[in-house]
Nanobody, 124 residues
Framework: VQLVESGGGLVQAGGSLRLSCSHS????????IGWFRQGPGKEREGVSC????????FYGDSVKDRFTISYDYSKNTAYLYMNSLKPEDTAVYYC??????????????????RGKGTLVTVSS
């Protein structure tokens, strides 16, 4: 499975950005897709995940209520809408995916497929 990311860039604190991640076809209709991020000097952090099984969405605690994940089945594309961005959101964001549901414990960085990553920089 190939993942192609777009979006990201530089934004001021309080601003918004949208990330997109398009994927090639899975061998099953049961798959999950999402993002994790890694900021400078920080550990990897699960950001959000979408499960095609039932449309469930999951968010990391630090982004809950600010970020929204959505999925367009007709385009095989996931979107991450990031609002009220903070300097601490600065990171490389990686799109990830795998068959079946979203990993427990927000361990999205362990998912089987990964995009190249896109940099999001939030200035104060």
């Amino acid at each position: 499975v190939q993942l192609v990311e777009s979006g990201g860039g530089l934004v001021q604190a309080g601003g918004s950005l949208r990330l997109s991640c398009s994927h090639s076809r899975f061998t099953s209709d049961d798959y999950s897709i999402g993002w994790f991020r890694q900021g400078p000097g920080k550990e990897r952090e699960g950001v959000s995940c979408f499960s095609s099984r039932d449309g469930s969405t999951f968010y990391g605690d630090s982004v809950k209520d600010r970020f929204t994940i959505s999925y367009d089945y007709s385009k095989n594309t996931a979107y991450l809408y990031m609002n009220s961005l903070k300097p601490e959101d600065t990171a490389v964001y990686y799109c990830v995916a795998e068959l079946y549901g979203c990993p427990e414990g927000r361990r999205y960085y362990d998912m089987d497929y990964r995009g190249k990553g896109t940099l999001v920089t939030v200035s104060s």
